[in-house]
């Protein structure tokens, strides 16, 4: 198992992953900034510039995005934030993760935030900033094995969340 930029080999597995991406309703839609998910061409084009700050929109950050890929098949995402603006630093955080459907509650999400994690640690990243909803018991768990201390829980006009902080 292991994190992977986003690459033509592949491409059959990236079409499966978006499927099932778009039948779910639980889904946060993390493959989506990347552009039209059914050119990953212009995916792989665009994951290169978003991690080089270029061509980002209003108020993003430049990111790195990665796939978990297990025996050559995509299971999961990853964007990592390389810095913190106001809305991230208060409401989201350095990582964002996402596991296709099918692929939950196998112990994916614990492995891609391990990995990512090292990733950071490999770019220079002593501390992190991670959040999850409060009510996604699933990811409060895997932040909290992997290091997490609850930092405080936000209240916004969408939701309540749980801010973490991760030394590396």
């Given at each position: 198992?292991?994190?992977?930029?986003?690459?033509?080999?592949?491409?059959a597995s990236w079409y499966r992953a978006v499927d099932e991406f778009r039948r779910d309703d639980k889904t946060i839609k993390l493959w989506?900034?990347?552009?039209?998910?059914?050119?990953?061409?212009?995916?792989?084009?665009?994951?290169v510039k978003h991690a080089q700050g270029i061509g980002l929109l209003a108020d993003?950050?430049?990111?790195n995005l990665l796939w978990l890929v297990d025996n050559g098949?995509?299971?999961?995402?990853?964007?990592?934030?390389?810095?913190?603006?106001?809305?991230?630093?208060?409401?989201?955080g350095h990582i964002g993760y996402e596991i296709v459907p099918s692929?939950?509650?196998?112990?994916?999400?614990?492995?891609?935030?391990e990995l990512t994690l090292r990733?950071?640690?490999?770019?220079?990243?002593?501390?992190?900033?991670?959040?999850c909803d409060d009510n996604n018991i699933a990811s409060r768990k895997i932040i909290e094995r992997n290091?997490?201390?609850?930092?405080?829980?936000?209240k916004t006009a969408r939701?309540?969340?749980?801010r973490y902080r991760i030394d590396i």
């Open positions: 198992m292991e994190l992977v930029k986003p690459a033509k080999e592949y491409e989506e900034v990347l552009g039209d998910p059914d050119d990953l061409g212009k995916c792989i084009r665009t994951a993003w950050v430049p990111y098949e995509i299971v999961g995402l990853v964007s990592f934030r390389h810095k913190l603006n106001d809305f991230l630093a208060r409401e989201g692929k939950r509650r196998m112990g994916y999400g614990n492995k891609i935030l990733k950071a640690k490999e770019m220079g990243f002593e501390k992190i900033v991670i959040a290091g997490g201390k609850l930092d405080r829980k936000i939701r309540l969340t749980r």
